[in-house]
């Protein structure tokens, strides 16, 4: 199957701070989400991105599919978007393989 | 309405109870998930629902029985668990037209806790 490899596996910012996090995949994909899971357990969507790029505020994705990589930038990091960034990727109807995610720590 | 809604939000358990988790949302996904998750470990997938029929079941034990009784609900019925399955139990649902799957929605997911 799929293998899902995300970079740094932790990750101590300043507020203020920007910082980049790398998902790597071993095969071809149509299905790419980067999520993120707040110290409550709450998973949220913030991009689906099979390919090119997108921007939501502070957040922003590439995902090179060629190159089988994903890139999620977060400028301006605040203490609320601490939390553990799960990258998961997924072929048509397969079932979606989740990284094992990065931990992101913003101190104030 | 763009949520997932799961009830109950914590649930303690003895081994030889039945209790069933609840899931619904109304954004008229057809694609519908459980998920189980241990601590400091990704969501590991139990059951894909497409169009309410069974597509996915991942070597779950018998002891979880998933049912879709309509497009907009989603179940999970326990039944003489073991310790071993305390966790958190995500359902989460997408937009599905034919083989491609959209982005996921999680609901905020049961703690589950058995005795």
């Known amino acids: 199957g799929i293998q899902v490899e995300q970079s740094p596996p932790d990750l101590i910012l300043q507020e203020g701070a920007n910082s980049t996090l790398r998902c790597n995949f071993s095969d071809s994909v149509n299905n790419l989400q980067w999520f993120h899971q707040n110290p409550w357990g709450q998973l949220i969507n913030l991009f689906y991105i099979p390919s090119g790029t997108k921007q939501n505020g502070r957040l922003s994705a590439t995902t090179v599919a060629t190159e089988r990589y994903s890139l999620l930038y977060i400028s301006s990091s605040q203490t609320t978007d601490s939390g553990v960034y799960f990258c998961?990727?997924?072929?048509?109807?397969?079932?979606?393989?989740f990284g094992k995610g990065t931990k992101l720590t913003v101190n104030p | 309405d763009t949520e997932v809604t799961q009830t109950p939000k914590h649930l303690v358990m003895g081994m030889t109870n039945k209790k069933s988790l609840k899931c619904e949302q109304h954004m008229g996904h057809r694609a519908m998930y459980w998920y189980k998750q241990k601590a400091k470990k990704p969501p590991e997938l139990m059951f894909v629902?497409?169009?309410?029929?069974?597509?996915i079941n991942e070597s779950v034990p018998s002891r979880f029985s998933p049912e879709c009784p309509n497009s907009s609900l989603l179940n999970l019925h326990l039944h003489a668990l073991q310790p071993e399955d305390s966790a958190l139990y995500l359902c989460?649902?997408?937009?599905?037209?034919?083989?491609?799957?959209?982005?996921?929605?999680f609901g905020s997911g049961t703690r589950l806790t058995v005795v």
């Open positions: 989460a649902s997408s937009q599905a037209s034919g083989v491609t799957v959209y982005g996921y929605t």
């Open positions: 998961a990727v997924g072929r048509g109807s397969e079932k979606l393989v």
């Open positions: 629902y497409s169009y309410e029929k069974l597509s």
